[in-house]
């Protein structure tokens, strides 16, 4: 039996050409912006218009790309050392390669296995990834079997990785002497009224990582949820990341970046480049942000213990 492991993401653009590719897919997603096909296309257009410049400014500053391929390739060399058994892709939302680029070179398989690397359920992510990945397969007629999970922020190799990734942070210094914030990209509030998991999710995913870091000894001043990365006139789900470096009492912070899995340009330029300017303008003496789990061996643990779990499903 031929197997492959399908790893999916919102993408970034792999070069400056592609930011404009990147916001148009993005904003013309019907889980992104809900409004009809028509007006939509419209808005996707406008919006892209007004970001592509500053959006091409900031991927610049990261090389001309973004870095969540580079960081996704990585974690399939990883994983291939520990799965012997399928064939490993990434498969991105947004920008190549998308899901009719990879279906279409593996046509003869037998079953696939869906693994999104965003750990929390939502319509905005996990939903139009496999909106996109089961019409893909409608389109090229592919009738394989396919096996997906939806959420595994609560999975015990990943909670280890988140751990283990805020203490290489620390680099062997007093917690006590630390504020942490856990930052999740944030989501318009009316889409949590609408039933949306996500924030449920990063809430008890933020629940299972306070208790891993208490059995483990890492005992931080204080520990917090904020969330980044908000577009556009609406009211999002609060606190806001800036309101919550306002308010804390010590002026040394560790970011952890709990809504990803792989790094990208939310975590290396928002949190790496952004936010600590303004938190050097707060006075804060050390603004860290932790590395992502990426390629972490307890997280390689993870993806394989649940492609193992599924097979047996």
Known sequence: MKRAIL????????????????????FNDKRIIGAPKPIRSMIAKLITWRRKDEAKANYAHLGGK?????YTQELINNLE??????????????????ASDVLDKLRDVDEFYAIPLYPHYSSTT??????????????????ARVKSVDDYYNDRYYI?????????????????????IFSAHGLPKKIIEKGDSYQKHIRRNVYHARKALMLAG??????????QSRLGPLEWIRPYLDDKLKSLSKKKVIIFPIAFTVDNSETEFELEIEYREKAEEMGFDEYR????????????????????NMKVS
């Open 7 to 26: 790893l999916m993401n919102m993408g970034g653009p792999n070069n400056l050409d592609e930011v404009e590719v990147f916001l148009t897919n993005m």
């Open 66 to 70: 973004s870095p969540l391929v580079g």
């Open 81 to 98: 050392s520990s799965i012997k058994d399928a064939s490993i892709h990434m498969v991105m939302r947004y920008t190549p390669p998308f």
């Open 126 to 143: 996990t939903l139009s990834s496999y909106d996109d990945l089961y019409e893909t397969f409608d389109k090229l007629r592919i009738k």
């Open 160 to 180: 280890n990785s988140i751990v283990e990734r805020i203490k290489e942070s620390l680099n062997g210094e007093d917690p006590a002497e630390f504020e942490l």
């Open 218 to 227: 890492v005992d931080f001043h204080k520990t917090h949820l904020a969330y």
């Open 289 to 308: 942000v932790a590395k992502a789990p990426n390629n972490h061996p307890e997280f390689i643990k993870c993806l394989t213990n649940m492609y193992e």
